[in-house]
């Protein structure tokens, strides 16, 4: 029962991490509001840029880049786990350590 539970949650981490690594991308190559703001300002209202500052945007992409390495990572350890027949107590904290990573990258896009 739990080799079942760690391939499931393994697969579901390692089909999450590809877009949140695509959406990291895509939060990289925009502008944000204040750059758009001075060029053409009639476009930084139409809401096709980060609304915020360029650190912000930096701790944003780093997050969601770590989280989905995270989650990779996590669902490698996850198909060992289960192979060998352990109870995965490392695939649980690279598990939990993705999570967080992406709470993090919200929380830092949010305030």
Known sequence: MIRLAIVVIA???GA?????????????????????????????????????????QIGV???????GAMALLAMVIGAVAAARGTRGIL?????AGALMLFVAAYVAARI
């Open 61 to 67: 992409v780093a997050f969601l880049y770590g989280s």
């Open 16 to 56: 999450a991490a590809l877009p949140v690594v695509g959406t990291a991308r895509e939060i990289a190559d925009e502008q944000t509001c204040r750059e758009l703001g001075r060029e053409m300002p009639d476009q930084a209202a139409e809401g096709r840029c980060f609304p915020g500052s360029t650190p912000r």
């Open 11 to 13: 697969l579901f981490l």
């Open 91 to 95: 695939f649980g904290l690279t598990a």
